[in-house]
């Protein structure tokens, strides 16, 4: 998707750089650098597998 999502309540995390928004039924993440340029779109289940993945392998 392009363009940034305002309404959206994005979550910020300083140690990547990177923003997470948590929809029903889809997680959204972009560069806090580049509020207003693209962002990833991933169903919740994708995400919380992608997760769980690296949690165990990390």
Do not use: C, K, Q
Not at 28 to 39: A, F, I, K, L, T
């Amino acid at each position: 998707m392009i363009g940034g999502s305002p309404s959206l309540a994005w979550r910020g995390n300083s140690y990547s750089g990177g923003e997470v928004a948590f929809t029903a039924p889809a997680v959204r993440v972009r560069d806090s650098e580049d509020p207003s340029g693209p962002h990833l779109t991933a169903g919740a289940s994708s995400w919380f597998g992608l997760l769980t993945s690296v949690t165990r392998t990390g």
